[in-house]
């Protein structure tokens, strides 16, 4: 049954049609080999009887007219065969019917006749026999097989009747001329009603039957041939109107899977039949199709728009957390790359900062179908850490089976920095308020110990060590008068001054200062400035007192040979003036990060570094409404950046 699984269709159609068909066909002309066959029986059968009624016939004409007369007009005893004997004259006749129908098997026998030659054979014996043996029987007719052929016999047995017994009863009464010819030892002795032989006639069957073999075999050929011939013009016809067309919308539709023709191609069948129908109902399913097409594309370049375009990252993973898709916002925070997602080689739950994190994901993810806003911290391919919120879901396939995971994250490690610099920046406010507190307290007593110290030694009578230890009086005063200055400059106690100034200038003045220190260290420095930058309402020796910081921290932190880059730069959107000061000096570690905006808080030796100087600059920026912060840099030095309002309202000036 294999090989019928490679027909095509067509092939198995006229297969199995052709099957059915030949079976029909050897059953249709066996059945009218069997019927011709019966017919021709019948109609030997009514040969045979109508022969026998005209044996019969002269048989009654030779006993009830020609006998009697022959009897009459001869003289006593005398018999003459060929005009008185039944069988003779029968015999006689019949034998002249044979050489015209050769076929025709005639006998008149008994198993005791007057003429041997009229002896029964084994057959015949037979039939005397049978009518014997069922008197009742007057006839017998049927089929019989004699030497391998087949004859159709009509049988009749010879009854003893008186006209019969002046022949055949006792010897003595018999004509002389009968006796003379054929004996007195057989043929004699009958009694009326006696069954002394049989009438046989018999017609070969075998010729005519071969006959209507041949015939009924040459019709079965005859049709084999004709269906050939018919299968083969309908076999022409159905590859003309159905077969050619529909492999021509076979092959079409093959083209358009394999992408060589595309959606807007059409059938070109232009038949009004059913295959043209076919052809346009398939046209109209491609401009659906198309349309579908259009339609999934849009929806899919929609969603893909939201999801490339989200600001979140979203990743889709796998059972196993092999990562299948990744958002740029989420290849960008977790430093994958394409390439990598489409190798598969990303593991979702390699980024947990902590095992840990990880655990706990799982365990929620199995106990609630999902989890929301996780906060975790993620470790990118890159080595950076990002604080984050995980979202995530079960992803389920179209038989809603579990295949994944799609998992939404929120970068808020620079919200997480903001809140901790809004708090740093309520814990110097509050600092600073206790600053100013204590150095208003300090000042005046320390005003007038200068005043005082500076009175003696205004007085030329002091000398020697007392002059000597005024002095250091003088200047350690002095020094906590700097100190007290700077206090309350970080506590935006200072009366401020504003101006218009230009950023770039006040800068370069700054740089001018230091040019010496910067030569000294051989420090180069890179300008980038903002051309057309706007001037700035600002309180100017303020201002410049901050970059004075950053500058001298920058080159504090640098050996020797380094670059100091200064940039300036206008936040159109903001409204706003950037000065950014980076160095490529030590750099600011990150357990210190928080805390160098502390007042007092340095690394420096005593001596070198109060600790104050960024936190009265940070003063002295939020005094003009404005921000300072610390850029992490990794481990390349330190940038500081500066925003400033272009126009400073909101100026807070507090004694
Ligand atoms: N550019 C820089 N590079 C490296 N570390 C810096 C830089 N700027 C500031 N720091 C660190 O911040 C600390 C605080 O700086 P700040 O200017 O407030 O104080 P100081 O420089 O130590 O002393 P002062 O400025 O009062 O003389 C410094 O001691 C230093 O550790
Ligand atoms: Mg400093």
Redesign the pocket.
Known sequence: MHFLKKLSLTKKFFLGIGIILVLFWALFSYSTYVYLREIYKTEAFSKTNLLYQQIQSTIKYIRDDLRPTMFHILPHNQFIIEAMSVSFITKSIMSDFRKKHPNVIYRRVSDNPLNGENMANRRENKFINYFRDNRKSVFWKGIIKDNNMKFAVHAKPVIMESECLPCHGKPADAPDMLKKIYGTTSGFNKKVGDIIGIEYLALPLDKTFTQIKDLSFSIFIAGIIGMMLMFIAINSLINIVAVRPIGKIRSFFKSVVDGNKGFDSKIAIRSKDEIGELANSFNTMMEYLKKSKNELISSEKKYRQIFEGSKDAIIVADCLGYVQEANKAGRELLGWKETDIADNSRYLFDVFLNSSDYDKFMSDMENNGYIKDFEVRLLSAEGNVADVLMSANYREDESRQICGFETMIKDITERKRLIRQVYEAERLAAMGQLAAGVAHEINNPLSIILGYTSLLLENDSINGLVRKDLQTIYGNANSCKKIIEDLLSFSRVTETRLGYDNINCLIDSVLDMLTYEFEKKKISIVRNYCPDIPPLLIDSDKIRQVIL??L???C??IDENGTISVLTSYDTVNNMEVIKIS?D????GEE?REK?FEPF????PVG????????VSYGLIKEHGGDIISEDTGDK??A?TIRLPLNAQNINNKD
């Open positions: 910081n950053l001298i921290n920058a504090q932190a160095d000096g030590c750099g600011i210190i160098i808080f340095t690394t420096k070198e570094g109060t600790g104050l100087g960024l936190s030095g330190a500081f």
